[in-house]
């Protein structure tokens, strides 16, 4: 099986998300079969506390460059609007995901835009690596 950008899985992923499965997209993909990945998560509120304190935000009313917002205009894998962290991005081979007992491809980001998007968030992240920044 092999991931392009704009895919939508299910998979365990402990370092970023437990034990539970959550929605991963992949935002680029490198000549060697690595994807750069995010995550989602239902907890938008916390996720934007998150975001603030990183980037050292002190107002409320200011939204954090790191954040994206993901809903069902954008894929039909997504039921309610989730959060991503751009802050929370990994750079692995794409077996590491797709061998994965809990992985499942589920419909595509129909959205291109959004993929641009959650790009430019990565770039604003005071904390993604500078290798994984240079791959976008």
């Known amino acids: 099986m092999s991931l ?10 402990l370092s970023l998300s437990g034990d539970n ?3 991963h ?10 994807v750069v990945v995010t995550y989602t998560t239902t907890k938008i509120e916390e996720t ?7 980037e050292r935000i002190t107002f409320p009313s200011i939204e954090p460059a ?9 894929s039909v894998s997504f039921t309610e609007e989730s959060a991503i962290n751009c802050d929370h991005v990994q750079m692995m081979s794409e077996e590491s995901y797709t061998t994965r007992p809990a992985f499942k491809l589920l419909q595509p ?8 998007k959650i790009r430019e968030a990565i770039k604003q992240s005071p904390i993604v690596e500078q290798k994984i920044i240079k791959t976008l």
Do not use: E, Y
């Open 4 to 13: 392009i950008v704009g895919d939508v899985f299910l998979a365990i992923n």
């Open 21 to 23: 499965p959550h929605f």
């Open 25 to 34: 997209i992949v935002v680029q993909k490198t000549k060697d079969n690595l």
């Open 48 to 54: 934007k506390r998150h975001c603030r304190r990183v």
């Open 66 to 74: 790191t954040i994206v917002l993901v809903g069902p205009p954008d």
């Open 109 to 116: 980001i129909i959205n291109t835009a959004l993929i641009d």
